[in-house]
């Protein structure tokens, strides 16, 4: 596992990239959760919040697989993450404001923003990376994620106890900065069989081109689906997704009940919400660090 980071330097920059994009991911969760509090904790407006967060990967996945095979991985990377830190900066209004629309707004944008970067970053991988360690690398994609989640939860909850809001949303804006400055070290990434459409239309990454070849999306996303059914070998991965799927039914009721069980005085730590629920899934960072 250290032989590929210490070896091989764009995989590094990229995995530094990934740490740093997810810093201030949970803690922005926490502060938004300590908001969601100060409205009386209702299990709705948290589950809204979950669903918020949940939503932008469902709807936008397609497309930002799209992106990512259509023009420079690279540029789709740090454009996602400009536009994640700028949506991150902007939760900093919520300080001085306590509209839950504005909070609702922010959360999905913030994570529709960063949607768009891991098809870009899962797809660049390969480019770098062989195919024998490839298997090394995405285990170190997933043990920066759970580790980030036990850090970055735990800071959230401590910072936004005895610091504020305001700190841990900026925090959150400045691990995006830290991202995009790892990766303008990165090479361009582009695949050869694709330079076609960056002729066609005329820049590194139009947005515009993108939503016009909508149709195409579809009828590329219904046959690629109907291959999935087809194949045998596909099947696996098939029944994978849908066991993730039916997972997301337990995790997310637990994810609200973590907000729930937080506000009981019995269980918190220090009598203090905000670093009780930044333990909390700090403690769930542990175990999705343990078991790759």
Request: charge should be positive.
């Amino acid at each position: 596992y250290l032989n590929i980071l210490f070896e091989n330097k764009n995989y590094r920059l990229i995995f530094l990239a990934s740490v740093l994009q997810q810093l201030g991911t949970w803690g922005n969760l926490i502060a938004c959760l300590k908001i969601i509090e100060g409205h009386g904790g209702s299990g709705v407006k948290a589950a809204t919040v979950y669903f918020l967060r949940s939503l932008p990967s469902v709807v936008l996945f397609p497309i930002a697989g799209y992106l990512a095979d259509k023009y420079d991985r690279k540029l789709v990377m740090i454009a996602s993450n400009v536009l994640s830190m700028l949506t991150a900066l902007s939760f900093v209004i919520l300080t001085y404001t306590d509209s839950l629309t504005l909070l609702f707004i922010l959360i999905f944008a913030k994570n529709a923003c960063s949607t768009i970067y891991d098809p870009a970053k899962r797809a660049a991988i390969p480019m770098f990376v062989d195919a024998k360690e490839l298997h090394i690398a995405m285990t170190l994609d997933g043990v920066a994620w759970s580790s980030m989640l036990a850090l970055g939860a735990a800071l959230g909850g401590l910072m936004t106890s005895s610091l504020g809001l305001r700190v841990c949303f900026i925090l959150d804006a400045s691990g995006y900065m830290g991202s995009v400055c790892c990766l303008l070290f990165l090479p361009q990434l582009r695949e050869e069989c694709h330079q076609e459409v960056a002729a066609a239309s005329g820049a590194s990454l139009n947005l515009g081109y993108a939503f016009q070849n909508l149709k195409k999306l579809a009828r590329e996303f219904a046959s690629d689906t109907i291959v999935i059914f087809n194949k045998p070998s596909l099947r696996v991965s098939l029944l994978y997704a849908t066991m993730k799927a039916t997972g997301g039914i337990v995790w997310g009721p637990a994810d609200v009940l973590n907000l729930k069980w937080s506000e009981r005085e019995n269980l918190q730590i220090f009598s203090d919400l905000a670093l009780t629920l930044g333990f909390s899934y700090a403690f769930v960072g542990v175990g999705c660090f343990i078991g790759p």
